[in-house]
Nanobody, 124 residues
Framework: QVQLVESGGGLVQTGDSLRLSCAASGRTFSNYAVGWFRQAPGKEREFVAA????????NYADSVKGRFTISRDTPKNTVYLQMNSLKPVDTAVYYC?????????????????WGQGTQVTVSS
């Protein structure tokens, strides 16, 4: 089992930045790739970014490329999502998820463990 806890969400204005954290406990976190997803009201869960076990490989949705950066701090068992130049369309609940296979998929069903989510609201 891997337990994931997201934090860092909040209410910001267009153009602002936020850094989300995903803290892990339980099994060795370095054995898992980690993805960030988001879900807005009435919409399906959407892939945002993913990072490999080693932190060397990353994958981003086109909608966030150049604005968001995913990183991981292995000794701290934490993965971060730095979000810059935020837009109202980025408003959603953001979830982190852990994946054993280390293929960085964009499909939510490929992930094994999920956090409870953190709300990000971007006002215009």
């Amino acid at each position: 089992q891997v337990q994931l806890v997201e934090s860092g969400g909040g209410l910001v204005q267009t153009g602002d930045s936020l850094r989300l954290s995903c803290a892990a406990s339980g099994r060795t976190f370095s054995n898992y790739a980690v993805g960030w997803f988001r879900q807005a009201p009435g919409k399906e869960r959407e892939f945002v970014a993913a990072i490999s076990r080693s932190g060397v490989s990353t994958n981003y949705a086109d909608s966030v490329k150049g604005r968001f950066t995913i990183s991981r701090d292995t000794p701290k068992n934490t993965v971060y999502l730095q979000m810059n130049s935020l837009k109202p369309v980025d408003t959603a609940v953001y979830y982190c998820a852990a994946e054993r296979a280390n293929v960085l998929p964009s499909t939510p069903t490929r992930y094994d463990y999920w956090g409870q989510g953190t709300q990000v609201t971007v006002s215009s």
